[in-house]
């Protein structure tokens, strides 16, 4: 009887220590994915942390681009007002000399 104990006892035993073998691989699995996992974690902070950084550059790079295109457009518009306004200017003062000539050639021919 004290046999079949000893056993029972013995064989609880080895099914516990095979169940904390079999539990302390699963750790180490576990644990060896864990790390991977921190790797590519890591990996990911340096992509998105590169990412921020040429996302900065571009946006930089096309409001320089805009505030040029911005100047050229002003530019343009600019020189023709300008131009508009010489042809205005040119063509209302010779028609206001011409007039003003007549009247005074007209006035001293009366004369």
């Known amino acids: 009887m004290g046999d079949m104990k000893l056993q029972d ?3 609880n035993v080895k099914e516990v220590t095979e169940l904390m073998r079999n539990n302390y691989i ?3 699995e576990r644990d060896g994915k864990l790390k991977d996992l921190e790797e590519r974690s890591d990996v ?3 992509k998105s942390d590169a990412f921020v950084k040429t996302t900065k550059t ?3 790079h096309q409001n320089r681009r805009n505030r040029k ?3 050229i457009i002003i530019g343009i518009v600019v020189v023709i007002l300008v131009i508009v306004l010489v042809v205005i200017v040119y063509f209302t003062i010779p028609a206001t000399a011409t007039t003003t000539t007549t009247n005074t050639d007209n006035t001293t021919s009366r004369k």
């Open 26 to 28: 699963k750790v180490e």
């Open 9 to 11: 006892m013995h064989s």
């Open 58 to 60: 571009v946006m930089t």
């Open 44 to 46: 990911l902070l340096q």
């Open 69 to 71: 295109l911005n100047l």
